[in-house]
């Protein structure tokens, strides 16, 4: 299992991305985009989004 992006409600800010312990998060384009293989399902990035579009 990974974390889910909802792509409808990302704004692109990035906080995921600069807080994933295992870089599992990138950009692609203004969307967060979760590498299911690398992550490890620790919810740190779900925590800092301001908008709540990540979940487990």
Do not use: F, H, R, W
Request: with cysteine.
């Amino acid at each position: 299992m990974a974390v889910k992006v909802d792509t409808d409600t990302c704004i692109g800010c990035g906080a995921c991305v600069a807080t994933c312990p295992v870089q599992a998060l990138s950009m692609e384009g203004d969307k967060a985009k979760v590498d299911a293989e690398l992550c490890v399902d620790c919810g740190a990035c779900i925590g800092v989004c301001p908008v709540n579009a990540l979940s487990l």
